[in-house]
């Protein structure tokens, strides 16, 4: 299960991109983490919004597989984000956790922390759906 998963988010070119980083893989969740880089902020300075979905989206869906069998893949039908806070820090650490698992859909939810050395605060919660697709 674990290296499915390190295997496909090492496709994807956005994670890349920014930086994100798989921090840990257990059956039903995943935790994702990006550094806010400054082509990552918006124009406060805050990690922009889209980094905060971009690591949340992702470590809801990669949850989400880790309870899928090896024929199928997952793809996000819809998510939704509510942000709490801005996100001031080092980096951003996304949890992704799967509340309902199903053949047909899966529900998902993840939290959001922008985290320095001595703090950690949420900055964003998710819920959504994901679809298992055959490969």
Do not use: C, W
Not at 21 to 38: C, D, N
Not at 108 to 131: C, D, N, P, Y
Request: aromatic letters at 4%; zero cysteines; charged letters at 20%.
């Amino acid at each position: 299960m674990e290296q499915r998963i390190r295997d496909s988010f090492a496709r994807q070119s956005m994670m890349e991109t920014l930086g994100a980083t798989i921090a840990s893989i257990t059956p039903g969740e995943v935790v994702i983490t990006a550094p806010i880089l400054g082509t990552s902020r918006q124009q406060q300075g805050y990690a922009h919004a889209a980094l905060t979905f971009a690591i949340g989206d992702s470590a809801a869906g990669y949850s989400a597989l880790t309870l899928l069998p090896e024929e199928q893949e997952v793809m996000t039908a819809e998510i939704k984000v509510n942000l709490l806070a801005p996100g001031a820090g080092d980096y951003l650490r996304a949890t992704g956790r799967v509340i309902k698992p199903g053949r047909r859909l899966v529900v998902v939810s993840a939290e959001v922390h922008a985290v320095t050395e001595e703090t950690e605060k949420l900055i964003a919660v998710l819920q959504g759906t994901m679809i298992p697709v055959s490969l």
